[in-house]
């Protein structure tokens, strides 16, 4: 069978999802290699992949975005952090690709150094999205400010001129960058954050209608397939199968920014409703912490053994631990605080599935009253689970990266490609 080497970007909210399709592919029997970051090797491991870590310095390549005053402000500090990753990814996947001799490689949307390198190779690639991609589509209003949907000629006018908007900010402090890179490694130059993503000759990205937008404009190269999370994993804790009351997650990011915030005041708005709370601090739980009775804090727990017995989930809006709230139709109220939070938050609302509360209304009272609304959506949650597994899921991502290789032109070293 062939090898496949995925290259990903160094955080927990973009290894768990790709790890679902590669435990997918290495199941089929294919030889699956996986670069991420450190404290994921022993996980990627036990999935059956053969893991090691990215070069150490990417992981200190960090964006300060919690520090900006507008979501713009967070598109460029972003913006800087994975240029700055980018330089690093060259060598790293070009070094990774020697070491392993893939017949495909799987890209991480984020890594735009190793998006650059695969784009100039000749191995076969694909990329993969735990997030909604900035690409452009029509009907849709542009990935970023996290606004919603608006139909008709003043939706256009006002999508033309937010795209515009954001098109500058991403593609102006991008495009030198990436492009000296590029040139460097034998690749083609591109003229937009979109027109890069393009050309990619299949990219997978994580979701489903009716959570995600419409995109008939998306294209033959672009597959959302579904949730991405897998089967759960570990016996559920004893302290966890003890709660009989109803659960409410309540978790924040993997990645520091702003949002420990929303744990204190959840456990506070919380603390005398009639359910048990589970609150996560992946990126550590704050010293001073004061916990009530009805809540149990861990900085980590599998959150589908939580979720197995959860009637809603507040999360500050990341993509992953949105999603698989969701997928097993566990309603959200989601408080999003920054990077695409927003628009993660908006399609909640959107499609019906959850309540949405901007992080600059966070107050207990209006905590409480939208965490309340939410228990009431649980049909909308079941709804979008069932079009997360209408997309065919990580089964159907195996299906194309599988038709990518059937697709490539073979080599021999004596007698070249035929």
């Not at 991403?170 to 460097?184: K, S």
């Amino acid at each position: 069978m062939p090898t496949i080497l995925a290259y990903g970007s160094p955080a927990l909210g973009h290894f768990l999802p790709v790890s679902s399709l590669l435990r997918e592919l290495a199941e089929r029997g294919h030889d699956v290699h996986l670069r991420t970051l450190a404290a994921a090797v022993t996980p990627g491991e036990r999935f059956g992949l053969r893991t090691a870590p990215v070069d150490p310095r990417i992981e200190t390549v960090v964006s300060e975005d919690w520090t900006a005053r507008s979501s713009f402000g967070v598109l460029e500090m972003t913006i800087d952090a994975l240029c700055r990753r980018a330089v690093l990814e060259v060598d790293d996947l070009q070094r990774a690709i020697a070491d392993v001799d893939p017949d495909a490689v799987i890209v991480d949307a984020n890594c735009w150094g190793a998006m650059s390198v695969a784009d100039a190779g000749d191995l076969p690639w694909a990329v993969f999205s735990p997030f909604t991609p900035f690409l452009r589509s029509r009907g849709a209003p542009p990935v970023g400010p996290g606004i919603r949907p608006w139909p008709g000629v003043l939706g256009r006018v006002r999508d033309h001129g937010v795209r515009s908007v954001v098109s500058r900010v991403m593609d102006r402090p991008m495009l030198p960058r990436i492009n000296a890179l590029r040139a460097a490694v034998g690749a083609p130059t591109i003229h937009s954050v979109d027109d890069f993503l393009r050309r990619a000759p299949l990219m997978l990205v994580v979701g489903g209608e009716p959570f995600e937008y419409p995109h008939p404009d998306w294209g033959d190269r672009v597959h959302l397939v579904g949730a991405c999370t897998g089967p759960t994993d570990g016996e559920v804790p004893e302290w966890l199968a003890a709660i009989d009351e109803p659960v409410v997650l309540v978790t924040t990011s993997s990645i520091r920014q702003a949002d420990s915030r929303l744990g204190r005041i959840a456990l506070e708005a919380l603390a005398k409703e009639p359910v048990r709370v589970v609150a996560t601090f992946p990126a550590g739980v704050p010293g001073d912490l004061m916990v009530p009775s009805n809540a149990i804090v861990r900085q980590y727990v599998p959150h589908d053994t939580v979720l197995d017995r959860a009637v809603c989930a507040v999360t500050h809006g990341g993509m992953g631990a949105t999603v698989r709230a969701l997928n097993r139709g566990v309603p959200v109220c989601v408080v999003p605080f920054g990077r695409d939070q927003p628009d993660v938050a908006m399609r909640v609302e959107v499609a019906r599935c959850g309540t949405r509360l901007p992080s600059a209304r966070l107050t207990q009272r209006r905590l409480r009253a939208k965490v309340r609304q939410a228990m009431t959506m649980t049909e909308g949650a079941r709804r979008v689970a069932a079009g997360f597994a209408a997309t065919g899921g990580v089964a159907r991502g195996a299906d194309l990266i599988e038709q990518q290789l059937a697709c490539a032109p073979k080599v021999d070293l004596d007698e070249g490609v035929r």
